[in-house]
């Protein structure tokens, strides 16, 4: 809910559409897709918990993907798969890099 406060504030009338919660106790992941008026709200969640005995820490990352429903595929191919391209460290081209031969 945090995720989600953060971009529509309080006191807005979210319908669900679909969830996901992985149970994974190390890779602690889930997603939630809302219909919010005319728009549709994605908010996703993961946290990561370091293994090593040495830095007990957790990073917990959350996103929000929002925008109109009737362009929200458009959205998601144009600019939100792109923006997410980029936190995975790929460059401005979201073509993958050829193999070179041998």
Same mark, same amino acid.
């Given at each position: 809910? %945090?995720?989600?406060?953060?971009?529509?504030?309080?006191?807005?009338?979210?319908?669900?559409?679909?969830?996901?919660?992985?149970?994974? &106790?190390?890779?602690?992941?889930?997603?939630?897709?809302?219909?919010?008026?005319?728009? %549709?709200?994605?908010?996703?969640?993961?946290?990561?918990?370091?293994?090593?005995?040495?830095?007990?820490?957790?990073? %917990?990352?959350?996103?929000?993907?929002?925008?109109?429903?009737?362009?929200?595929?458009?959205?998601?191919?144009?600019?939100?798969?792109?923006?997410?391209?980029?936190?995975?460290?790929?460059?401005?081209? &979201?073509? &993958?890099?050829?193999? &070179?031969?041998?």
């Amino acid at each position: 809910m %945090v995720a989600k406060l953060g971009v529509l504030g309080e006191g807005q009338q979210l319908k669900p559409v679909c969830a996901y919660d992985e149970q994974n &106790p190390l890779t602690t992941t889930w997603l939630d897709a809302d219909r919010v008026n005319r728009s %549709v709200l994605v908010s996703t969640s993961t946290a990561i918990g370091l293994t090593d005995f040495y830095l007990p820490a957790t990073t %917990v990352t959350y996103n929000n993907l929002y925008g109109p429903h009737s362009s929200f595929e458009s959205l998601m191919r144009t600019v939100f798969i792109r923006i997410f391209f980029q936190f995975l460290g790929g460059g401005d081209n &979201p073509a &993958p890099t050829p193999t &070179p031969d041998f």
